[in-house]
């Protein structure tokens, strides 16, 4: 069993601290984080959370002022000896859930798709985002959503590349 503790204290917010304490157990990772408010004002479960992560797996995140768990599944399948990895995860205190699916081509062509629901708006998003990285031909990504409760089904659409230049 391996254990890792990492603690921060930042000078730029006012003395912000948090630590976090990571123990392998065998295939899974027990994680507790805490915050400054966590311990400043006296003992508390503010800035307190816990997780339990299986890497490449799932995770299940628990904050325990709030009371929220957010689990999330992730799972890679050959599709014609192209991976696609898929990520299934949901928050229960926003009411989301989302799917999201990202088939690599080669390195630097990768297709991505998303979907996301939150049950508390009733709005249901799908989101395409296509992007490439090449030294020779530069980098791009087009992105394009549509709000699936949205009575006119107009996709957003938009597009960035960037170029990078030796001197």
Wanted: aromatic share 8%; proline share 3%; charged share 20%.
């Amino acid at each position: 069993m391996k254990a890792a503790l990492k603690g921060r204290y930042d000078i730029d917010k006012n003395g912000g601290a948090a630590a976090t304490l990571a123990v392998n157990a065998g295939d899974v990772k027990l994680r507790a984080s805490i915050a400054d408010a966590t311990v400043v004002n006296g003992p508390s479960l503010t800035g307190l959370a816990l997780a339990v992560e299986k890497p490449g797996s799932f995770i299940v995140d628990y904050n325990v002022p709030k009371k929220d768990l957010r689990f999330q599944f992730m799972n890679t399948v050959r599709i014609a000896e192209k991976p696609l990895n898929l990520t299934y995860m949901h928050s229960r205190g926003d009411n989301r859930t989302i799917l999201d699916g990202t088939l690599i081509f080669d390195s630097s062509n990768r297709v991505s798709a998303n979907h996301t629901a939150s049950y508390q708006t009733s709005s249901k998003m799908l989101g395409l985002e296509w992007s490439r990285n090449s030294k020779q031909t530069g980098c791009f990504k087009i992105i394009a959503s549509l709000n699936l409760a949205d009575e006119s089904k107009v996709p957003k659409v938009s597009a960035e590349t960037t170029w990078n230049f030796e001197m």
